[in-house]
């Protein structure tokens, strides 16, 4: 502190403040900038001479080897699959008739299922194969479709083989008709408004299908299947479990039972269409769903005299 004073006083500090900077020299102090400076290149230093520092036999024993650039060989592209064009399901499964002499119409079997116009007033003959047989109860018809299907059979001729014998009701509508010979399963798209068809027969080959494909559903069938359909009526006892509604949609038939009746648990036989299920049905919350279209059943009570109530499906309750 004696040297500032000294030095104070020999400026004149006593007198008037001078605001010119004075630098001053400590010793043993070194500049931070300068030390941080010097840190940084013995880094740079040490980074610099590492490469040589370190053991390389490899480097040192043999010249590295070049690799040449070379082009980049791709595998070839898979081909593109040709996709076939697009059909609709009736224009690609539907057979084409041929006419032929005497009024025959001829279907190749294995072509898909055959369209048969057959307008009211008019029976029309569907030949089989020579040698195919078959019995009456393998003819096959939807309920009120205003067709009727005979088996028939000739006796001399072309005509010695058997037939089905299509016979329209005055006001018939497009139906399905199938049914199994001995040889092979037919699906027949039965129309009335094409012009009538009296005598069909089909051709086969070695490579026809076993059965025929069914035809696409017709535009008002679509709108039946996803519409409820409630025309039931039920018949007999009046127990307290008695269902308030029947009703299918869907394919499937719809039991519904009042507040707490499902708790009866009444014992649902379907009499038709047959089943080879001993149970055709299941139980969903307050309703029995049964997996086909019940056209008539009976529902069975478990209490003392066992309540019956008939279901049929067809007029009004």
């Not at 006083?9 to 941080?36: F, I, K, N, R, Y």
């Not at 039972?257 to 648990?265: H, K, M």
Request: glycine share 8%; charged share 15%; hydrophobic share 40%.
């Amino acid at each position: 502190m004696l040297p500032l004073v000294i030095l104070c006083s020999l400026a004149g500090c006593s007198g008037e403040q001078s605001s010119t900077p004075v630098s001053v020299d400590v010793p043993g102090m070194p500049s931070p900038e300068l030390a941080l400076q010097k840190s940084l290149d013995r880094i740079n230093g040490f980074l610099g001479s590492l490469n040589e520092r370190i053991a390389t036999p490899a480097r040192s024993s043999f010249p590295l080897a070049i690799t040449h650039d070379r082009p980049v060989v791709l595998a070839p592209a898979a081909p593109a699959v040709k996709q076939p064009p697009v059909t609709s399901a009736e224009s690609a499964a539907e057979a084409k008739p041929i006419r032929g002499r005497n009024g025959i119409v001829w279907f190749a079997f294995g072509d898909g299922y055959p369209r048969i116009g057959c307008v009211s007033g008019q029976v029309c003959i569907v030949r089989l194969q020579l040698g195919e047989t078959m019995t009456a109860g393998a003819l096959s018809l939807p309920e009120k479709s205003g067709w009727a299907a005979d088996l028939v059979q000739g006796s001399h001729g072309i005509h010695a083989g058997w037939a089905v014998a299509l016979t329209p009701s005055p006001d018939p509508r497009r139906a399905v008709l199938r049914f199994t010979t001995n040889r092979r399963s037919y699906v027949l798209l039965l129309d009335p408004s094409e012009a009538t068809m009296r005598s069909v027969a089909f051709t086969y080959s070695a490579g026809d299908p076993a059965s025929q494909p069914d035809p696409p559903p017709s535009p008002l069938a679509m709108a039946q299947k996803n519409t409820p359909d409630f025309n039931y009526r039920m018949t007999g006892a009046q127990p307290t479990w008695k269902p308030m509604r029947i009703y299918r949609e869907g394919g499937h038939t719809y039991i519904q039972f009042p507040p707490g009746g499902i708790n009866a648990a009444p014992r649902l036989v379907v009499i038709s269409p047959k089943s080879a299920a001993t149970q055709p049905y299941r139980t969903v919350g307050d309703s029995y769903v049964v997996d086909l279209p019940v056209d008539d059943a009976m529902l069975i009570g478990s209490e003392a005299g066992s309540s019956v109530v008939r279901i049929t499906h067809g007029g009004k309750a």
